[in-house]
């Protein structure tokens, strides 16, 4: 069988670049940042909404996310991407759920995704993102 | 007729830089990489050179048209005119300046272009990052005024491929500056990382491709401080490894809005800026850097010590 020479270059393209990434992968590049206090999520916070200063935040255990309040009430939820952060200031449209450990915060915008957070104060955010 | 594509012949260099600055990476800054915005942006290349061969033939074809109509003929062996090449290649580089321009100051464009920067990482795989859906805005439209002054098509698309090459490199954070005169004339690592900022400071900055001097001379330079970490990507930063969402996802919110809009409004969201909205609600470029100059004016003398000096919080090189 002979293959079309542009499928050859497809093929050849994309083994290409899985190894590539597979030897990112085995370099272990990038690692796992974490928020570590609120000086960092006050900096991804800020990265997210520039001029956005938390007067009270919340670290998920493990530092993989955060939800952060302003003095406006504006409430951002804030999740590890990679070893970026990426976050969104929550609406009406945002969903919470508590669950045994924590919150499931849901922004309302499905390529996002929900962003789990093991809290010590679950219900505190429960009820300021309902009252939305 | 010349029957060359140098970015095909490029493409194993690009493997070899890539592989290169992972082993920088792993040395220096093992965060400068993430394996799964890796994989996306390469298949990010993949899929633009798919995409290329599928709807290439488009823009192809209407430049030959054009080029029936041109002004001047460098004679059928138009290719053996040699300074011919040079200008070909100045020219071309200042048409990429404007429909770079364009490509951050139209929406519609920038639905196509927003996949080179969605990345929150910059290095160079972040370079092949490139749009599979640039066949459907009208960035054709820069070129053709070349096609009619006589550069044939083909030693277009030549000068192009050359030009996409020498902006592979600068798409990397292991070089810090070049020499003076070669930052005073050229694009560089430096003034690119500039461009892919997101820091209201750099936002709309430094459109060049090769020659940064058409920064200089229509007044979009912004050099690169030392005092002020950049942070990469898009000001709403995806937060998903989806590829066919980061492929698509602009084109998608550009004409749902473009639907939900009342109809006076609806081809502002096409033609008007990024973040442009009809009721406000939403902050353009402009808006947000003069909301940070506003914010930095109430903070006296922000602008005149390190970050790290005045925000406590934020270790050396922090971005405020």
């Known amino acids: 069988m002979i293959l079309d020479p542009k499928v050859m270059q497809f093929g050849g393209s994309l083994i290409a670049i899985l190894v590539l990434a597979g030897i990112a992968w085995g370099m272990r590049l990038g690692g796992k940042s974490a928020l570590a206090d609120e000086a960092a999520v006050a900096r991804a916070a800020t990265e997210v909404q520039d001029g956005f200063e938390p007067v009270r935040t919340s670290i998920a255990r493990g530092g993989s996310a955060a939800l952060a309040r302003d003095d406006s009430g504006r409430i951002m939820v804030i999740k590890r991407h990679g070893n970026r952060f990426a976050g969104r200031i929550l609406t009406r449209a945002a969903r919470v759920r508590e669950e045994v450990d924590g919150l499931v915060v849901d922004p309302g915008e499905a390529s996002f995704g929900s962003v789990h957070l093991s809290l010590n104060d679950p219900a505190y955010w429960a009820d300021a993102i309902n009252r939305l | ?320």
């Open chain 2, 1 to 320: 007729m010349p029957d060359f594509q140098p970015t095909q012949y490029a493409v194993p260099l690009f493997v070899i830089a890539i592989l290169a600055e992972m082993v920088w990476s792993r040395l220096r800054a093992p965060e400068a990489y993430e394996p799964r915005d890796t994989l996306v942006s390469l298949a990010f290349g993949l899929g633009s050179t798919i995409a290329g061969a599928l709807f290439g033939g488009l823009s192809a074809a209407a430049m030959i048209v054009v080029y029936e109509y041109r002004i001047f003929d460098f004679g059928d062996q138009w290719w053996t005119v040699w300074w011919a090449w040079s200008v070909a290649f100045v020219i071309d580089d200042l048409k990429y300046y404007w429909v770079h321009r364009a490509g951050h100051r139209i929406r519609w464009m920038w639905a196509a272009h927003v996949n080179h920067h969605s990345s929150q990482h910059y290095n160079l795989s972040t370079a092949l990052r490139q749009t599979w859906t640039g066949t459907f805005t009208f960035g054709l439209l820069f070129a053709l005024p070349m096609v009619l002054i006589g550069f044939h098509p083909v030693m277009l698309a030549i000068v192009g491929g050359f030009n996409l090459i020498y902006q592979f490199w600068i798409h990397t954070e292991a070089i810090d500056r070049m020499p003076r005169w070669f930052e005073a004339v050229m694009n560089t690592p430096s003034h690119h990382r500039v461009h892919h900022a997101t820091n209201p400071r750099y936002l709309d900055r430094n459109y060049a491709g090769v020659f940064i001097v058409w920064d200089r001379l229509f007044g979009t330079f912004e050099p690169e401080r030392d005092d002020e970490a950049i942070r990469y990507g898009i000001v709403k930063q995806l937060g998903s490894f989806n590829l066919l969402w980061s492929v698509f996802h602009e084109w998608i919110g550009m004409l749902g809005d473009v639907w939900r809009a009342p109809w006076r409004h609806k081809l502002s969201y096409l033609l008007r800026e990024p973040g442009w909205s009809h009721d406000g609600s939403r902050e353009t470029s402009d808006m947000l850097r003069q909301r940070w100059k506003d914010r930095m004016g109430h903070e006296p003398a922000a602008l005149a010590v390190p970050v790290a000096n005045r925000n406590p919080i934020a270790p050396p090189t922090e971005a405020a």
